[in-house]
């Protein structure tokens, strides 16, 4: 068994950190003990993950992150992050680029593993999981 990581980018944008995207993933299948994992994360464009929260969620605003789990049991599914919103945000909460995207990356994922932020408490939660995983890379 083991853990496959696809990352894929649909925008302008040429940099983005592909190992350390991998080591964070890959420090939260470690944490939950996830050998299994089939795993596409999606970087876009503010337009196209509106698109996909309109047809998906019934949204139609853009987003910084939507996750979809396709296996409850092994964790199969896709993280779709709008690299226009992880921009924005990294400047506005002061942290650089690379920070932001693996911020949402490790944000998505916990998506997957069932955490949700639609509390204070939660959010709170799945932030400080978050920096916890940051600080593992």
Same mark, same amino acid.
């Given at each position: 068994m083991?853990?496959?990581?696809?990352?894929?980018?649909?925008t302008e944008k040429r940099y983005l950190p592909l190992k350390k995207i991998e080591d964070i993933a890959n420090e939260i299948f470690? @944490? *939950?003990?996830?050998n299994n994992a089939n795993l596409n994360?999606?970087?876009?464009?503010?337009?196209e993950i509106q698109k996909?929260?309109?047809q998906f969620l019934d949204h139609n605003y853009t987003t910084d992150v939507i996750s979809f789990n396709f296996d409850e049991?092994?964790?199969?599914?896709?993280v779709y992050i709008s690299i226009d919103t992880a921009e924005r945000?990294?400047? @506005? *909460?002061?942290?650089?680029l690379t920070?932001?995207?693996?911020?949402?990356?490790a944000h998505g994922i916990l998506h997957l593993l069932g955490y949700e932020d639609d509390t204070?408490?939660?959010?709170?939660k799945m932030h400080n999981l978050e920096e916890k995983f940051l600080q593992k890379i």
């Open positions: 083991s853990n496959t990581i696809n990352i894929f980018n649909s470690k @944490e *939950y003990q996830i994360i999606i970087f876009l464009s503010d337009a996909i929260n309109k049991k092994d964790l199969e599914g896709e945000q990294a400047i @506005e *909460y002061k942290v650089s920070n932001e995207v693996l911020r949402l990356t204070v408490d939660k959010k709170e």
